[in-house]
């Protein structure tokens, strides 16, 4: 046989997708004491392995690709395959959620990995919109959080709790959406709940979800978190399913971090304002220098020295322990963020739905070395659609595709191609 036959190629793609079905069963051995040592904490070790679905949808992609012979993809899906993916529990039964999440946490267990959840269930979620949804009433919500809190059990695990959920809250959704303020309240108690029902496990690792560097000012998303219960959980995630450079978002968790110490531990006079806080947007916030030309553009890192000078001087004394850490996406990051060209779109471009040209961030990693990132994660599932995008246009049709995008959820195999091709660093099999 010729070495760059077809058949032969065709092997070396199946036996790519048989390593990636035996992951999550290899080097156990080498995983046991980093899994026993973090028993512990539930922070996450640099040594953590996390879960790989060794039947994911990038497997049934590859092996789609290669019935149909195209064997540059198929091996594209097998490589993206053998790397660790969230799992999205989205709603369902108390009793069907418990049992789903007991599945992959034994699942999970056997391999010696750690899997990573995403809880998607809060009512009145994505303020109806492409991924609306969620359940019923907080008391519904709260019998699923406590289902899938009892489902992963003393099991090592990860969970983003709720998406958006914070970062959109119902007083956001529009005019007459919330007036009276009720829906917020019960809004960010519910995520309260969840992460104190989840950190309860002896070995959940919760997250609270805060929207990414180009959403909520510095000192709001602070806000949000605090009176979310962030303290009773492990910290915060950030960039989930959408697409700007990790380091971005680390500069801004940092400095959400070090916002929540300034106005709850810091100068007397600044306990509860976390609106004095220097942000992504503005620096001149007071407590400030007042140079109303210190103006942050959230798109130049170049102007970020202005709120780098802000937390030196207001949160430099802050030690380590005491600041939040976080988690961030990097599924769709490795191009940064998709601009639209000037003067395309007179409304929203809906610049973070479906993307266009975008691709695979840096591999998913407890071993960050950055301080404060406790973990580079896959959580949006790399080829899911985030809706059908219409960018304003009235019309059915993305005009970036030429086509109505897939529903929210659904895989979508031309974006999982682009991802895996445009992927940077370039995409090699996990070992």
């Keep these: 046989m010729k070495p760059g036959s077809p058949w032969r190629?065709?092997?070396?793609?199946?036996?790519a997708l048989a390593a990636c079905a035996a992951l999550t069963a290899t080097q156990a051995q080498a995983q046991?004491?980093?899994q026993a040592q973090s028993q512990a904490r539930a922070a996450i070790p640099p040594a953590t392995r996390f879960y790989v679905d060794p039947h994911g949808k990038a497997a049934e992609q590859a092996l789609a690709d290669l019935r149909a012979g195209d064997l540059a993809k198929a091996a594209d899906m097998a490589r993206l395959a053998s790397w660790p993916q969230a799992q999205w529990f989205t709603g369902g039964t108390p009793d069907e959620v418990r049992a789903e999440a007991n599945r992959l946490a034994r699942k999970a267990r056997a391999a010696h990995r750690t899997p990573v959840l995403v809880a998607y269930n809060v009512p009145g979620r994505d303020c109806s919109q492409y991924s609306g949804g969620g359940a019923a009433s907080s008391a519904a919500y709260r019998q699923w959080i406590d289902a899938l809190a009892a489902g992963i059990g003393d099991t090592e695990a990860v969970v983003v709790v709720e998406p958006d959920g914070l970062a959109l809250l119902p007083r956001d959704c529009g005019a007459g959406v919330d007036p009276t303020g009720e829906l917020t309240a019960a809004r960010v108690a519910d995520l309260a709940y969840a992460v104190t029902t989840l950190e309860a496990g002896a070995r959940t690792a919760a997250y609270l979800d805060?929207?990414?560097?180009?959403?909520?000012s510095v000192g709001d998303m602070a806000r949000r978190l605090l009176d979310a219960?962030?303290?009773d959980g492990d910290g915060f995630a950030l960039n989930v399913s959408n697409n700007h450079p990790a380091e971005h978002n680390a500069r801004y968790g940092a400095w959400v971090a070090k916002c929540?110490?300034?106005?709850t531990q810091g100068p007397e006079e600044a306990r509860g304002h976390t609106d004095w806080c220097a942000s992504q947007y503005y620096s001149d916030?007071?407590?400030?220098?007042?140079?109303?030309?210190?103006?942050?553009?959230p798109a130049d890192p170049a102007t970020w020295h202005w709120t780098d000078a802000w937390f030196d001087r207001a949160a430099g004394s802050a030690p380590a322990?005491?600041?939040?850490?976080?988690?961030?996406?990097?599924?769709?990051?490795?191009?940064?963020?998709w601009t639209p060209p000037p003067g395309k779109y007179g409304g929203d471009p809906e610049a973070w739905c479906?993307?266009?040209?975008?691709g695979l961030g840096p591999r998913p990693t407890a071993d960050t070395g950055v301080p404060l990132v406790d973990a580079y994660l896959w959580i949006k599932v790399p080829g899911e659609s985030d809706g059908s995008c219409t960018r304003s246009t009235g019309g059915a049709v993305d005009p970036e595709y030429g086509i109505v995008d897939p529903p929210a959820g659904t895989w979508w195999p031309d974006q999982a191609h682009e991802l895996a091709r445009n992927a940077v660093p370039r995409l090699a099999f996990n070992r």
Aim: net charge positive.
């Design 9 to 15: 190629r065709a092997t070396a793609v199946l036996a």
């Design 32 to 34: 046991a004491p980093a």
């Design 210 to 216: 805060a929207g990414n560097v180009r959403w909520r």
């Design 229 to 231: 219960g962030v303290r």
């Design 260 to 263: 929540m110490w300034f106005a």
């Design 285 to 297: 916030a007071a407590p400030n220098d007042g140079d109303p030309g210190h103006a942050v553009d």
């Design 321 to 337: 322990e005491a600041l939040h850490h976080f988690v961030i996406d990097t599924s769709r990051s490795g191009l940064g963020a």
């Design 354 to 358: 479906n993307a266009p040209g975008r």
